[in-house]
């Protein structure tokens, strides 16, 4: 009888404790997102400034420079708007109690956010190889403004990118390893 009663207590405790530490996970899971994709979008913002600037008041290689810089951005910023806004409101659902994540859908989210980071870090390396090669192309290129300044745009963008991801995929990856699964 004792037995019983103890698994009778002990099971919804266990559980309750559980799920306490997923909804702790998650907030700082969604919290770390939040605010790498301010930094993302800080970055594209500024990138976005400069680059209209520079593409109106220089030429050549320069201008070219500053138009990817714009362009670039733009997708950058496309993406940490719609990032930030729904971890914004994961973090509001959890806060209010709409949801409480199980430790399964927990784990699952973690990892497809580091999966996530890990791949974008070697697409930012091959970025960073299509800048270099496109400079190396820009000598025979017909219009060797575009391409180097596209090229020295890409380098920049992608080493930026490159730097993002691998820190934000380190974070998670900590993130994760305190959890323990």
Do not use: C
Request: aromatic share 12%; hydrophobic share 40%.
């Amino acid at each position: 009888m004792k037995k019983l009663l103890l698994i009778f207590f002990a099971v919804p405790l266990f559980a309750s404790a559980q799920n306490d530490s997923s909804s702790l996970g998650m907030q700082q899971l969604y919290n770390t997102n939040k605010k790498g994709m301010l930094v993302l979008g800080s970055w594209a913002i500024g990138n976005i400034g400069i680059g209209a600037i520079g593409m109106n008041t220089s030429s050549g290689v320069d201008k070219r420079f500053h138009e990817m810089n714009l362009f670039w951005n733009t997708v950058n910023l496309a993406l940490a708007v719609p990032g930030r806004v729904s971890s914004v409101k994961q973090l509001r659902k959890i806060k209010e109690g709409k949801w409480v994540p199980t430790a399964e859908e927990f784990r699952k989210e973690q990892r497809k956010t580091e999966r996530l980071f890990l791949i974008n870090t070697g697409l930012d390396i091959v970025y960073m190889g299509t800048g270099l090669y496109m400079n190396q192309k820009a000598r025979t290129s017909g219009n060797p403004d575009l391409v180097k300044g596209y090229g020295n745009s890409i380098v920049l963008q992608g080493g930026f990118l490159f730097g993002f991801d691998a820190i934000m995929w380190l974070i998670h990856r900590k993130h994760r390893q305190q959890y323990v699964f």
